[in-house]
T-cell receptor, first 116, second 113 residues
Framework: EPEVTQTPSHQVTQMGQEVILRCVPI?????FYWYRQILGQKVEFLVS????????KSEIFDDQFSVERPDGSNFTLKIRSTKLEDSAMYFC??????????????FGDGTRLSIL | SQQGEEDPQALSIQEGENATMNCSYK?????LQWYRQNSGRGLVHLIL?????REKHSGRLRVTLDTSKKSSSLLITASRAADTASYFC?????????????FGQGTRLTINP
């Protein structure tokens, strides 16, 4: 069964450094998402992406964050200048195209980002 | 406002028993999805129920949706030790295209052998 893959599984970065989290969504999916989960808290929506542009973003997704689909397979999340509070598990998800968007989102295993 | 709040927060039962988890939400939805998360792992999609559906089955899973009460329940029958995980409901708002999922805090389910 096709799956969403994320790399790396764990990223340790110094505060203030840039970090890029990578995702390979399921190949025939058209909608892509990033979520994050701070330890012990609920999963929070960050951003959705379709047709090479952001569809929606949350208030968490400020100017320090950006997303890109550099080629036909990768979907990346960049944090420009990391802060301690960016430490979290980051999940990528993708979904297909269907009527009224009633399609499940398929999640990767996540990247655990630790900011020191 | 909170959306997708699960109840109970933790549930511990014996193997073979049924487990029921509830979810309440506040705004209109297009669909509601249930996910499972094993410790330290990603979210596994279990079942999606549309706003015009009342009940859905998948194997040992049964999901109900009551849009008048803005609530849903997930029933796992004949539980197994491997069902031990956190379970989350997530609501998708009524828009076309990309869906923003809003998750609850989850129910931590422990199945005792």
């Amino acid at each position: 069964e096709p799956e969403v893959t994320q790399t790396p599984s764990h990223q340790v970065t110094q505060m203030g450094q840039e970090v890029i989290l990578r995702c390979v969504p399921i190949s025939n999916h058209l909608y892509f998402y990033w979520y994050r989960q701070i330890l012990g808290q609920k999963v929070e929506f960050l951003v959705s992406f379709y047709n090479n542009e952001i569809s929606e973003k949350s208030e968490i997704f400020d100017d320090q964050f950006s997303v890109e689909r550099p080629d036909g397979s990768n979907f990346t999340l960049k944090i420009r200048s990391t802060k301690l509070e960016d430490s979290a598990m980051y999940f990528c998800a993708s979904s297909g195209l269907g009527p009224m968007s009633n399609q499940p989102q398929h999640f990767g295993d996540g990247t655990r980002l630790s900011i020191l | 406002s909170q959306q997708g709040e699960e109840d109970p927060q933790a549930l511990s039962i014996q193997e073979g028993e049924n487990a029921t988890m509830n979810c309440s939400y506040k705004t209109s939805i297009n669909n509601l999805q249930w996910y499972r998360q094993n410790s330290g792992r990603g979210l596994v999609h279990l079942i999606l129920i549309r706003s015009n559906e009342r009940e859905k089955h998948s194997g040992r899973l049964r999901v109900t949706l009551d849009t008048s009460k803005k609530s849903s329940s997930l029933l796992i029958t004949a539980s197994r030790a491997a069902d031990t995980a956190s379970y989350f409901c997530a609501t998708a708002s009524p828009i076309q295209g990309a869906q923003k999922l809003v998750f609850g805090q989850g129910t931590r389910l422990t199945i005792n052998p």
